[in-house]
């Protein structure tokens, strides 16, 4: 059984920092691409960043130059490193992974349960 355990997210003034970190656990064959999308109240869910397993990465516009997406493919871990916070940064953050479990041919999506992100003028 595959899992995504995410952790990092809290409250911070607009203008501060944070880091997400999510890490995969389980019966793992191989990874793909990771990433973050997030979902704010009454929208819909939406791709922040993402990183594939040769390490290109791909980030919304909105966030372009104020977030850096990483990965540690010996951890099975992808990190997001959020920067100059802004107030229509707050939403729930969501762990996105392509994996194909063990013993199995075809990789299939897994998503964490979420964290929120919330920041305050």
């Known amino acids: 059984q595959v899992r995504l355990v995410e952790s990092g997210g809290g409250a911070v003034q607009s203008g501060g920092s944070l880091r997400l970190s999510c890490a995969a656990s389980g019966s793992i064959g191989g990874m793909y691409v990771m990433g973050w999308y997030r979902q704010a109240p009454g929208k819909q869910r939406e791709l922040v960043a993402d990183?594939?397993?040769?390490?290109?990465?791909k980030y919304a516009d909105a966030v372009k130059g104020r977030f850096t997406i990483s990965r540690i493919n010996a951890k099975n871990t992808v990190i997001l490193q959020m920067n100059s916070l802004k107030l229509e940064d707050s939403a729930t953050y969501y762990c996105k992974a392509k994996i194909r479990e063990e013993f199995t041919l075809i990789p299939s999506n897994f998503w964490g349960q979420g964290t929120q992100v919330t920041v305050s003028s």
């Open positions: 990183v594939s397993g040769g390490g290109s990465r």
